[in-house]
């Protein structure tokens, strides 16, 4: 349940990536089928729950199992604002930086998805939370060189705030990678 | 002990309500009587948490009772929030949406309030969540919207700062509200 | 562990009190130093959650230790992103209130520091937990008051962007500590 969970956030970004170069009508129609990736997300994670709580006997941690699905969910929800942001604010053209955020979440959404299925044998998972930490160093690092962009006078308030909105939720999301992998390593290092 | 601070979210929401047509100094006031019922919230989660640490045995798993206490009191500290930066922003008119926002968040604190007596039978509670979720949706909505009115150019930078910041937080009240809802959810699948 | 954690966020509170009078060059030292500061603390945040994964028994609640310790950290990394803030926006003038939640920040980390060896003993905590709180309401204050400074005319609107995030983060770092001292009472009550 937790790959499914991930092979939709393979498509969030793909998504995101898509909408770098989409003109108006294009947008919508990617943000229309953002919002199905989120529904088919939000239905994975509620099967998750659904089935944590009805059960006595778990694989792993409870909590640890929750905080797994709670943060892949979460990674999926900032991906699909991002989009709608983009659409609401009808953003004529994303600053350059943001191309190298959506980058970055791509990566991070790989190696996450072909972390998944390790889960059941635990085995060949630490250079992926290795990995997810140094890409959310970067995503950091992209992040703040893009506020410094935004502020740097070329960008009037009104455009700043909306641009900083969708930047920001783009860092947000890659901060949510980071918890998934967080949450994998406690879950490796207790049944080690 | 959650009827009491659900109780306390509807006096809450009718106050929200109240400031909508209010003038300056009607504002003070209700600010001052906003500050009382978030002091009355914060003493009835302090005990709830203090009974759930020295009891050896909780009516329902200790985290969920935790969320519970945790979310209605983020609720009633976000409420108490907006109309504290109505006041401090000197805000002359809150746009129309605001209105809408404030009305979604009245009906959640009812149903909330008429759901937690509920909570020790456990019978009758899945239409309050499928209804409080259902609220969440179009509060969320009717944020998007707002989002979009104050970046349409009729608001200065300044202006789209102080009721961004507003906006945002009666949508986090709504959020807080869905939180409370999904553990409502999770304690009576567990119980099932 | 603990007492490491939080005698390395007393000298990030000395940092930031430093950070006030600097000039540029001194600016971008002091981000250094807090910079070695802030991986420190991840360092001993990450010691902490190993050994917390790898023991059977542990002192304390594992829930009430992964949040001590998440919440040092978040403190850690709140004071670090306002350091690197006031450099990346190369804020000339700080407004006069942030000296004073520095002072508060300052003050609530050295009570810390102070009350983490008492958790072998847990004696001695409840003047700890009372005067956090109390600086958290002192800090909430005055956060308020920077905010209506801010948005009182004399600043442009790149201007109160740049400086209400780097006020909010401060005001995020004092959230932090309260939710550390709130973390202590909830250990002492289970124990007591």
Do not use: C
């Not at 790959?3 to 003109?23: F, P």
């Not at 930086?97 to 072909?114: M, N, P, S, W, Y």
């Amino acid at each position: 349940m937790f790959a499914a969970s991930a092979d939709n956030i393979v498509t969030g970004s793909k998504l995101l990536m898509e909408l770098l170069g989409a003109d108006a009508p294009a947008r919508a129609e990617i943000a229309e089928r953002m919002r199905a990736a989120e529904h088919a997300g939000d239905d994975a994670t509620h099967a998750i729950f659904h089935q944590l709580n009805s059960s006595f006997i778990t694989p792993f941690d409870r909590e640890d199992i929750y905080s797994l699905a709670s943060s892949l969910d979460d990674i999926m929800d900032f991906m699909e604002e991002a989009v709608d942001l983009v659409v609401l604010y009808n953003i004529e053209e994303l600053p350059k930086g943001v191309e190298q955020q959506i980058e970055v979440l791509a990566r991070a959404a790989e190696l996450t998805a072909e972390a998944m299925p390790h889960l059941r044998t635990l085995d060949n998972l630490t250079e992926y939370w290795i990995e997810v930490n140094r890409l959310e160093n970067q995503a950091d690092q992209i992040h703040r060189k893009l506020l410094a962009h935004l502020f740097n006078g070329k960008y009037d308030a009104i455009e700043v705030l909306k641009l900083k909105q969708i930047v920001d939720v783009l860092e947000e999301a890659a901060d949510a990678f980071e918890h998934v992998a967080n949450t994998v390593e406690t879950i490796a290092v207790k049944e080690s």
